[in-house]
């Protein structure tokens, strides 16, 4: 009954060699969001999309990229992955009425070598 | 500047005790959230508050927004290990995007049989 669904749940990748992770929901949410989470810390936001609109985190990298292709799925590219990336990463929804809580899904922990 | 101060930080007790994590801010939250991650897992919705004074329960945990709806507690009854987790809360700015999450930097939470 998973509603939001990532994958893969980990992801192992070289110094450099770019990356995806995905993004799925049954939700039929219009917002869609990647977290950035270090250990034990609260996660970080690094972008959204409601609907097709792309909002990006003035402090997120450019390094840090992000597709849409349809209301189902999220994608987070990272082009050139450096040590620091090393992080869970998580993906989020919520519905287009403002203040409802964010559902996430499990993550996609990647590890860079 | 942290918008969201969360505290304790750590927090480590033994079963069967009582425990109370807070959150406080100087903004206005239209509503705040109580998530509970645990490792390897995303953040899982535990209560949503939008009322000024509000009180929720959820078996052994309560939850209060304060009056002013810029802080507030979360309250664990005989806590038992099944509790440990990373407590976060997490509220939308009152006048700001109602899309974006503003969250606490975490309690990490362990309790010991």
């Known amino acids: 009954d998973a509603m939001v669904i990532q994958n893969p749940r980990y992801q192992v990748t070289q110094f450099g060699k770019p990356v995806t992770l995905s993004c799925s929901q049954t939700?039929?949410?219009?917002?869609m969001y990647w977290y950035q989470q270090k250990s034990s810390q609260a996660p970080k936001l690094l972008f959204h999309?409601?609907?097709?609109?792309?909002?990006n985190e003035a402090d997120t990298p450019d390094n840090f990229q992000s597709r849409r292709p349809n209301t189902s799925f999220c994608f987070l590219d990272i082009r050139s992955p450096g040590l620091g990336d090393a992080a869970m990463y998580l993906c989020?929804?919520?519905?287009?009425?403002?203040?409802?809580?964010?559902?996430f899904g499990d993550g996609t922990r990647l590890s860079i070598l | 500047t942290q918008l969201l101060e969360q505290s304790p930080q750590f927090l480590s007790i033994q079963e069967g005790e009582n425990l109370t994590v807070y959150c406080n801010s100087s903004?206005?939250?239209?509503?705040l959230q109580w998530y509970r991650q645990e490792p390897g897992e995303g953040p899982v919705l535990l209560v949503t508050?939008?009322?000024?004074?509000e009180v929720k329960k959820l078996k052994r945990l309560t939850f209060q927004f304060g009056d002013a709806r810029k802080d507030s507690s979360l309250h664990i009854t005989a806590a038992q290990p099944g509790d440990t987790g990373l407590y976060l809360c997490a509220g939308a700015v009152s006048g700001g995007s109602n899309y974006k999450l503003t969250f606490g930097k975490g309690t990490l939470l362990t309790v010991n049989p």
């Open positions: 939700l039929n949410h219009n917002v």
């Open positions: 903004s206005v939250f239209s509503s």
């Open positions: 989020a929804t919520s519905s287009r009425v403002g203040g409802q809580p964010q559902h």
């Open positions: 999309y409601y609907d097709k609109d792309f909002n």
């Open positions: 508050v939008v009322t000024g004074g």
